[in-house]
């Protein structure tokens, strides 16, 4: 991810993939990704349009060199013999929809368990609803995995939402201009309707 949000999930940053350049700060002249993105890109940086990148300044290496740096530290195998495991999420099958409940902030170590359990082939799952009723926020590290994984889920044609998020989680995403790729639902009802076809079930905006 390199559209870092601030802790409180107000703010957001800039960081090149290449150098480590960092540009802070900007939702307070720039309000979303969108129109940072734009104002960027005519400055020489390079890369996805999306904010967990790859992106790049202008005097590093094109953004298409380290397009799967993200995936690879994240499909590592797990070097201790349990595996990598987390207190901080369940997962349920509800027929073609896998459910994700999270709670608590997650880790690194959380973050690693949700890519090894989303980055599987989803067979007669294609759906993907995650609950983040029961978290406050959202790294950007756990963003960039929920993305990914969201893309993932579009390649097999199947669908990702989120459930519950409050007002501060839903707001970062707009901000990062992410609440299309991670739609947010109310409750479980609504999410389980658009995830299986409704398109008549509204989405929240909060």
């Known amino acids: ?15 090149c993939d ?3 350049r960092t540009v802070g700060n900007l939702a307070a002249s720039l309000p979303d990704w ?3 993105w734009g104002l ?19 005097r590093c290496v094109p953004a298409t060199a380290l397009a799967h740096i993200g995936a690879r530290s994240l499909d590592r195998p797990s070097v201790t013999p349990a595996g990598r495991s987390s207190q901080r999420m369940v997962i349920q099958v509800l027929s073609d929809v896998r459910a994700i409940y999270l709670r608590g902030d997650l880790l690194p ?16 799952t294609p759906h993907l609803m995650v609950d983040v009723s029961r978290v406050q926020r959202l790294s950007s590290a ?15 044609s ?16 707009r901000m990062l201009c992410l609440h ?27």
């Open 40 to 58: 960027f890109s005519q400055d020489g940086w390079r890369g996805s349009d999306l904010a967990i990148g790859p992106h790049t300044c202008g």
């Open 34 to 36: 969108a129109l940072a």
């Open 142 to 156: 756990t963003v960039d995995v929920l993305v990914r994984s969201a893309r993932r889920t579009a390649g097999s």
């Open 158 to 173: 199947g669908r990702t939402c989120l459930v519950g998020a409050g007002p501060g989680l839903s707001g970062a995403l």
């Open 180 to 206: 299309d790729v991670l739609p947010v639902h109310a409750d479980q009802v609504s999410a389980l309707e658009y995830l299986r076809g409704d398109r008549s079930s509204a989405v929240s905006r909060r």
């Open 18 to 20: 290449g150098c480590g």
């Open 109 to 124: 170590v959380d973050d690693a368990r949700l890519w090894d359990l989303l980055s599987g082939e989803p067979g007669r």
């Open 1 to 15: 991810m390199t559209a870092l949000l601030s802790l409180d999930g107000t703010d957001f940053s800039l960081v």
